[in-house]
């Protein structure tokens, strides 16, 4: 005799009493995560959009503080660089520099430009630096000065190989005018990675925050922690 197969979904429950304790359970979850919810609520409630991005500001700085940096930069995009008659040198220099380590560097353009523009010029200069072995990380963060325009400041940690970085790192900054200077200590990094982070608000609705929220970023090597810290 053939025996009758059984088809569809198996049975949940071997009986009702299975079916009502797995219920039971259930409900004692979910009971507790809205009780975990609620105070969570709460709690926010208590904090302020201020709280909150200090909160933010400080987490990431205690983070990027693990780590051993020992360059602070900062390239800009001059208008004014680019309304005088410099331009045409500046971009005949890009031409050739182009031409002489394979990049792709725009040339410098009279209008003003915003983040994604310096984003992008930013990242083929550090992948640039990357290439040549100058960098063993780097934290990259962009900001706006009083006329709204966007610059970047960068904290690297050159290679053993990196010979008179500040120099390099500025010369091959072609986009506008740019500086850098060493941190002589733990100290100097703590205060330019704070100083760093001081417009990054990611609980804000503002436009230009989120960009900036969105553009900064690590390179490189975050294996090796800080062993210089006092």
Request: hydrophobic share 30%; net charge positive; charged share 30%.
């Amino acid at each position: 005799m053939n025996e009758i197969k059984t088809v569809g979904r198996p049975k949940k429950y071997v009986c009702e009493d299975q079916k009502k304790e797995v219920r039971r359970n259930q409900n004692k979850i979910n009971q507790q995560r809205c009780r975990r919810l609620k105070k969570l609520h709460k709690e926010l409630e208590l904090l302020s959009e201020n709280d909150l991005n200090k909160s933010y500001r400080s987490k990431l700085v205690d983070y990027i503080n693990q780590y051993d940096f020992d360059y602070f930069f900062t390239g800009t995009y001059s208008p004014k660089k680019g309304e005088s008659e410099k331009i045409s040198a500046l971009n005949q220099e890009i031409k050739q520099f182009n031409l002489d380590n394979d990049t792709d560097f725009s040339y410098i353009t009279h209008r003003k430009i915003g983040i994604n523009s310096l984003r992008n010029y930013a990242a083929k200069y550090l992948t640039y630096l990357c290439n040549k072995g100058l960098i063993q990380r780097c934290f990259v963060v962009y900001e706006q000065d009083l006329a709204k325009n966007f610059h970047v400041h960068i904290l690297f940690k050159s290679t053993k190989d990196a010979c008179d970085f500040k120099r390099l790192s500025t010369n091959n900054w072609l986009l506008g005018f740019s500086k850098c200077k060493f941190l002589k200590s733990h100290r100097s990094k703590e205060i330019r990675v704070n100083y760093m982070v001081k417009e990054l608000n990611c609980y804000s609705m503002n436009k230009s925050s989120l960009q900036k929220i969105d553009s900064w970023n690590c390179h490189g090597d975050y294996e090796i922690q800080d062993s210089t810290k006092n």
